[in-house]
Structure formats: structure tokens, C-alpha cells
């Protein structure tokens, strides 16, 4: 059923089917935090050890908070933030976490559409300039709002387009296209000399280089790269069948996102042995190492236009994702339609987008401003709503589950067809109600005394 249809046999839709559901949620997942961020934190923490780091922190945090997201989703079948009324009648306040949720994702949507537009903009003018560099578009705003008002048209439309035959046949189609694109560069990059001293050095832990942040990064990271925190697992799951294996569902999710982060990697580290990069140069370092590598392999170019769709296909999977699900909260909050409030949504993150677009040399003001030791407006929206907001969000969520709508619901929801998971349900139950809860707050309290 269409995410439009006006069905008088249900008030909400419904995925086409598994498939459909676990393509597009994992197409939210993977973006360019998995091929962008990721491969620079590896470099950063010690190679090897920060892979193993963020490994414990998707199978201990990201994957079972995942499940209280996608369990209360299922068995509310309603929007984030009546999901929360619906399962604590009596307790209004935590309606506003489901409305926090939906937030963040706006808020992501907002400064997450300008990195995407900085990259489709690389892409094409790179063609043309063989001198380009990160900082030569950044620094240059202007001559990127075009690409920005193309890249948030595309979105838009897509999202208009419903659930079934816009965001869900769009992330069928291009997810497995972009793990074909992987495998293809990754077998090109590691046949060029220098290569393999990256491969060793990406794979090799070096457990010397894990800082006192180290720890904080990967579970960030692993919230931003799962969608935990920002109301997508939970208005996805609204969606599913009732005959639906939650848990292998979010198992295969995790999955298909953990795997694109750890291929970004085999292309990225072992470029950057190849081209002698400086690995800690930070934003740029993706667009400066791979053209110079394509620069040295015969028919670079061709490689290069591949990995920008790669890029492509993963800014493009998680704005559309981040777009419907905020604008499906704002439409029933609102009582809005569905396409009103798509349009409004996108034109409202659009404006606020402008201040990232400018924060990178176009402008004095949003280049220079600093809040909570983060300089300028990109990187402070992303740290507040992407690593602050949404490791706080998930934390209230996880509280919620355990001690508010309780475990036993959310076991009873999670323990449709998943015999696995009915093996293991009680330790989970524990760790959701205990473990996890202690361990984010002391995780965010050591983030607050760093600031």
C-alpha cells in the first residue's frame, strides 16, 4: 500500500515486503557517515582496535536499542510521538522523546543535504578542474547552491512519491548496486602498489592509539550509522507485518550497514597509503585521497564517477529516509497531508541548511562560531542533534522500553517467529533495563567533562 493511500482498511502503510522494509531501512543507516567518517575514525583510533571497538559497540548498544525502537514502532503502529502517548497514557511527558526523535532527524536532514551537495558538486566539477580540492567548493557557496536546490529536489520528489513506490522501490534498487561498486574499486584499489601496507594497517589493531574519546566516537558513530536515536526505527517498524522476525529484520539491518562501513574502509585506508595522505586532514580527506588515487590508475576516471555514485546512493537513501520520517510525524502531529507537510518540511530544512552550506570559508560568522568546543555551524548542528542529541534520544528511549512500557511488551512484540531471540530475551531484558542505560550515561558524562 502506497504511504498516500487513503484505505479506509488502514490508517497507516505498509512495506510491500521484507525485503523492501530492510533495504530501506538499512539504505537510512548507510550514508556518508559509513563512507566518510568512518574510514577517518579507523585511521585515527588505531586502525584494527577502533574496528573492533565499534563491532562491541553495534552488537552491545546499536542492535538491542535498535530492537526497543522497532518493537514499540510494531506494536503502537503510529508516529513517534503518539507511539509514546499511546504506551504511557498517563505519562505525557514522554511524548515529547518521540517528538525529540523526529527533531533530530529534521535537524540532521537539514546540514546532511549540504554534505551532499558538496559531494554531487566534487563530482561534477571534477571533470572539468583536475586542481579541485575539498576546500576550493566549501570555500565557494555560492557557486553550490544549485547543486543543493537539485539535490533536495530529487529527494523531495522521491519521498512524494510514497512509501512503496518511491522510498522503498528506490532503496531496493540502488542498495545492491552499491555493494557491487564496493567490491569493484576495493579489487582495483588493493591491485595498485602501496596498497597493502593500508590493508594491514586497517585490519591491525593498535590498541595505543584508542584516546580517552575513542570510545565515545564508536558508539556515536554506531547510533548515527544504525539510525538509533532520531525516530526512523521506530516509524519504520510501524510499518512492518506482524508476521515480521523483528529481531532478524534488525540483525540483517545491522548487518548491511556495518558491512558498507568496513568495505568504505578497504578503499579508503589502503588510498590512503597509496597517495601518502594525511589521514587526520578531516572532512576533505575522502575527496583529496580518492582523486589522487584514480589520477593513478588507468581509467581513473571511470572509477571515480563510481565512487560518487556510491556516495550518491547513500546521501540520497538516508535524506529521503530522514525527510519521510520527519515529515510523516509533522503531517500526523499537524494533521497535515502527507504531501503538505513533505513540501513544507523540505523547504524549512532547506533554509536552515544555509548557515552549514556557509560554514566552511563562505562565511565569516557561521565559519567562526563555537559551541560546546565545536567551530563552526556544520560541525556544531552535527555534534548537538548527530552525536549529543541522538545518544541522549536513545537513551530515553532504552529507559522508556525498560522501565516505563516495559520489557515484557516489548519481548512480547520481539518474540513473534524469532525463536533465537526467544533464547536470549531475558538477558536482553536486563541489559536494556540496566547495562545499557548506566553505561550511555557514563559514556556522556565523560563527553561533558571533555567539553
Known amino acids: 500500500m502506497d504511504i498516500n493511500s487513503k484505505s479506509k482498511k488502514t490508517k497507516s502503510p505498509r512495506w510491500a515486503s521484507r525485503l523492501g522494509f530492510i533495504m530501506t531501512a538499512a539504505g537510512a543507516a548507510v550514508g556518508l557517515g559509513n563512507l566518510q567518517r568512518f574510514p577517518q575514525l579507523v585511521a585515527l583510533h588505531g586502525g584494527g582496535a577502533f574496528l573492533l571497538l565499534y563491532l562491541l559497540c553495534v552488537l552491545l548498544f546499536g542492535l538491542p536499542l535498535m530492537l526497543t525502537e522497532i518493537s514499540l514502532g510494531r506494536a503502537m503502529r503510529s508516529d513517534p510521538v503518539n507511539s509514546f502517548k499511546l504506551a504511557a497514557p498517563n505519562k505525557p511527558f514522554w511524548k515529547y522523546v518521540g517528538g525529540l526523535g523526529a527533531l533530530i532527524a529534521f535537524c540532521i536532514l537539514s546540514y546532511y543535504t549540504v554534505s551532499c551537495s558538496w559531494t554531487l558538486a566534487f563530482m561534477l566539477k571534477s571533470f572539468t578542474n583536475k586542481n579541485l580540492s575539498f576546500d576550493i567548493i566549501a570555500k565557494n557557496p555560492n557557486n553550490v547552491i544549485f547543486y543543493l536546490l537539485i539535490f533536495h529536489s530529487l529527494v523531495t520528489l ?106 568504505a574502509g578497504l578503499i579508503i585506508i589502503p588510498a590512503v597509503f597509496i597517495t601518502k595522505q594525511d589521514p587526520t586532514q578531516g572532512m576533505g580527506l575522502i575527496y583529496n585521497t580518492l582523486f589522487t588515487v584514480f589520477e593513478q590508475m588507468k581509467g581513473g576516471d571511470i572509477f571515480l564517477v563510481l565512487y560518487f555514485v556510491i556516495l550518491a546512493i547513500a546521501g540520497l537513501t538516508t535524506c529521503i529516509t530522514l525527510l519521510d520520517v520527519s515529515s510523516h510525524t509533522f503531517s500526523k502531529t499537524f494533521k497535515l497531508s502527507k504531501n503538505k507537510s513533505v513540501l513544507l518540511i523540505s523547504l524549512l530544512a532547506l533554509i536552515l541548511g544555509i548557515p552549514s552550506l556557509y560554514s566552511k570559508g563562505g562565511s565569516e560568522f557561521f565559519t567562526n562560531m563555537v559551541f560546546l568546543g565545536q567551530k563552526g555551524f556544520c560541525d556544531i548542528m552535527d555534534f548537538v542533534w548527530g552525536s549529543i542529541g541522538m545518544v541522549v534520544c536513545g537513551l530515553l528511549t532504552t529507559i522508556f522500553v525498560g522501565w516505563i ?14 525463536s533465537i531471540f526467544n533464547k536470549i530475551k531475558k538477558i536482553w531484558a536486563i541489559h536494556i533495563k540496566w547495562t545499557a542505560p548506566l553505561i550511555i550515561i557514563y559514556i556522556l558524562k565523560t563527553l561533558i567533562s571533555l567539553i
Open 405 to 418: 512500557w516495559g520489557t515484557k511488551n516489548a519481548m512480547k512484540e520481539l518474540s513473534i517467529n524469532a
Open 158 to 263: 522521491i519521498v512524494l512519491k510514497g512509501l512503496n513506490q518511491g522510498v522503498e522501490k528506490f532503496s531496493k534498487i540502488v542498495m545492491p548496486l552499491m555493494f557491487v561498486i564496493q567490491i569493484i574499486l576495493i579489487i582495483k584499489i588493493l591491485s595498485m602498489k602501496g596498497s597493502w601496507e593500508g590493508f594491514i594497517h586497517y585490519l591491525k589493531p593498535d590498541f595505543t592509539k584508542l584516546r580517552s574519546d575513542s570510545v565515545l566516537n564508536a558508539l556515536s558513530q554506531a547510533f548515527f550509522s544504525l539510525c538509533v536515536g532520531e525516530a526512523v526505527l521506530l516509524t519504520y517498524g510501524s510499518f512492518a507485518s506482524k508476521n515480521e522476525s523483528l529481531p532478524l529484520s534488525a540483525s540483517y539491518i545491522a548487518i548491511l550497514d556495518t558491512s558498507v562501513a568496513f568495505l
